[in-house]
Structure formats: C-alpha cells, structure tokens
C-alpha cells in the first residue's frame, strides 16, 4: 500500500490501556501515513484507567508505530488531556522533533490554528466529580466491550453493526446540547483570539464546520476518536478533510475521505500569551 504524506495529522482520544481501543485498526493508519507533523491531542494512554493487567501487544505497537514516524523525521506534538493529565507536569518539555504541551497554535498558509484538547470546558472532570467520571469511564469501557460482543453476533447473523454509546448519547437531549455548547464555546474563544480555526478532541464527534458568532467566524474542527468513530483529521496542505477508518482501505487502493472546502473567516484580532509553533507551507495559489 502507497503511504500518504498530509502535511498534518491531528488524533485524539485514543485510550490505549482500555477494551475499547481499537490498537489494530489504528496501527494499519499510522503505518499508512507519513505527515510532516503529527498531533497526539489528548487521552492518548488513558491514566484513568491503567492497568498494567491490561496493555496487550498491539497498544504497545501503537507506540512503536509512533516513535517510528518520529525517527523518520516526523515532528510530534503530545498535546495533553484529562485522562493523561499527569503528563501535565511535564509540560513545554522538548526533545529533538518530541515536544509535550498543554495547548499550540500553529500557522499554515497564513492561517492560525489553535489546537488543545478540550476538557477545559468540561466541569466534570474538575474537583469532586471527577471520581464519578472516573467511574462512567469504566462504565463507558465495558459497554463498548459489551457492544463488541453485540456486533461480533450480529456480523454472524449478517445484520448491521450498532453503536449502542452512540444511541445512548442521540438519545439523550441533555448530551446532545453539551455538544452543541462545547462546539460553541470553543468557537467563542477562537473569534475572540483571532484563530481562523480551532481544533479539539475530547467529546469523540468528529466534526468539520464554520460557525459564525456576532464577532466574526471560524472553523471549528474535532478529530474524533479510536473508540468509536477511528478517525483523524488531515490537512494535505490546501484543506483539512476527516479521515474515518474502513477495513478496504488496506486491502484496495486508494481510499475516500470526507472533503470539507476550507472558508475564509473574518475575525477580530486579539494577541494572547501562549505557545506557538509555526509550520510552513506553500501558499494557496
């Protein structure tokens, strides 16, 4: 198979050291791609729920699968979430094409992007309910073992796969208007700031869109997950487009990836202190 060189690769929620993982599949991707820069956006091992009992092969080769672009010259951005927070402590640390970081912006084709994971918003990660997120985390990992079990029955029987976390978050109105919020606020903050376009990961819905506020507009973006959705988002240099894993991917060439147009925003500017990170690209003619 014909590798792919995006010049960025953005994943998320990867939640290696759980039953959901999806290692395999994810390991046929990364062995698919060579970017310039590959963003890790968060919960990539989930601290939350390590157990040195549970680290099968396959996530330890998505590591190796990882290291491996960064030897061939791959520059890697660990960017952290609530469920490996306790790199946190690590952060702005930096070795060769290896930084660790809380938050980037990156500049392409004139563009800014800010990238960080998302938890930010999310008050149940914080104080006293984080154990009981801790505790729906567990809950969240063995429905998805569970909903394996399901779909393995349900291909022998040759009938549809289901998503039974997926039909549990639709079904609920109060989940689907923390989405909604979430998307809005992160598109706020951008316009507020002057990024033409925000990047996040943490609610696992892959997402392209341009949201308009009173004060300007931007593209928001979420890379998904290799829980449910095993998608990335890539920018081939001219559009960012969401990648979402099929199995004939790596058994025929070529593939299709969902193509969004890239908009030409109008915002207010507005200079913030952070961490930036500039990759240079050729300009759009």
Not at 255 to 273: A, C, F, G, R
Request: proline share 3%.
């Amino acid at each position: 198979m014909e590798k792919k060189s995006p010049e960025v690769v953005v994943l998320s929620d990867l939640h290696l050291g759980t039953f959901g993982c999806h290692a395999t599949e994810l390991i046929q991707y990364l062995k698919s791609i060579e970017p310039r820069l590959l963003v890790l956006n968060g919960d990539i091992i989930d601290g939350w729920q390590f157990n040195k009992r549970y680290f099968p092969s396959s996530h330890l080769q998505v590591i190796k699968e990882i290291l491996a672009l960064l030897q061939k010259g791959t520059r890697i951005v660990y960017i952290t979430g609530n469920h490996d927070e306790m790199l946190r402590k690590y952060s702005d640390l930096e070795l060769g094409n290896f930084q660790l970081t809380d938050k980037m912006v990156i500049e392409l084709n004139g563009k800014k992007v800010w990238i960080f994971h998302g938890d930010v918003f999310d008050n149940t990660t914080k104080g006293s309910a984080k154990i009981i997120a801790k505790l729906g985390g567990y809950g969240y990992d063995w429905l998805i073992l569970l909903n394996r079990f399901i779909n393995w029955f349900l291909t022998r029987m040759g009938r549809s796969k289901i998503s039974l976390s997926k039909r549990i978050k639709n079904s609920v109105k109060k989940a689907v208007s923390w989405i909604a919020d979430f998307e809005s606020t992160a598109a706020e903050l951008a316009i507020d700031n002057g990024y033409q376009y925000v990047i996040c990961g943490h609610i696992h819905q892959p997402q392209i869109r341009a949201i308009k506020k009173f004060n300007g507009e931007v593209t928001y973006m979420n890379s998904g997950d290799w829980i449910e959705n095993l998608s990335a988002l890539e920018f081939d240099g001219k559009e960012w487009s969401i990648y979402r894993y099929e199995s004939s991917h790596y058994s025929e060439p070529g593939k299709q990836t969902e193509k969004i147009k890239k908009v030409t925003p109008q915002v207010l500017t507005h200079e913030i202190s952070m961490f930036m990170t500039s990759l240079k690209t050729p300009a759009i003619p």
